[in-house]
């Protein structure tokens, strides 16, 4: 297992800018394999065993993540005169840019975090094994800003655990302006 996964070069962060782009990572299969792939790189076959789908469906999306930038081939290998290649992500995380009138005024609607976060996770909560917490502070849009870099931060530290144990966790984060109530100034 690498020290470092995926275990093999990327870039840090990578900004989506163009509404395929966008299109591409809204899909929910894909969005699993992006995933996969933070893991270490992975053959279209072992993606395809991973997740449980045939060969040329998976071939298919790992296909329009490579042509929007999203995958690429970090190495290849012979199998029986066959080349074999493994796919990687170019970058550990992905942040739209793309102007959401360029997509037909919204988001891919499957690109929710939360949402899927929610669905993964109610297993877990159904067994007692969901931690988490809630909190709300009345604080600045500057003051929310520093704080969603510095977890951010959190989140690149999680990505490059290595991967030794046998449950898959997920870690959702988020920070969001709310209609929640506010106490008056203190006299």
Excluded: C
Aim: glycine residues 6%; negative net charge.
């Amino acid at each position: 297992m690498a020290d470092n996964p995926p275990g093999y070069e990327l870039a840090d962060r990578m900004a989506l800018t163009e509404p395929a782009q966008v299109r591409a990572i809204g899909h929910p299969l894909r969005t699993t394999i992006l995933q996969l792939l933070h893991e270490r790189a992975a053959t279209v076959t072992e993606l395809a065993a991973a997740v449980e789908r045939p060969k040329s469906t998976v071939a298919h999306h790992v296909d329009v993540l490579a042509r929007n930038g999203l995958l690429r081939v970090v190495r290849t290998r012979k199998v029986r005169a066959i080349e074999e290649r493994f796919y990687g992500r170019t970058a550990r995380m992905f942040s739209i840019m793309a102007e959401t009138a360029a997509l037909g005024g919204e988001a891919a609607g499957d690109f929710n975090d939360f949402e899927v976060a929610a669905r993964e996770s109610a297993t877990a909560f159904d067994q007692g094994s969901l931690w988490g917490f809630i909190r709300h502070a009345r604080i600045s849009e500057d003051q929310a800003s520093e704080f969603w870099d510095r977890m951010a931060g959190l989140v690149d530290e999680f990505d490059r655990l290595p991967r030794s144990g046998e449950t898959v966790y997920g870690f959702t984060i988020g920070i969001y302006p709310t209609a929640f109530p506010a106490l008056p100034a203190a006299e």
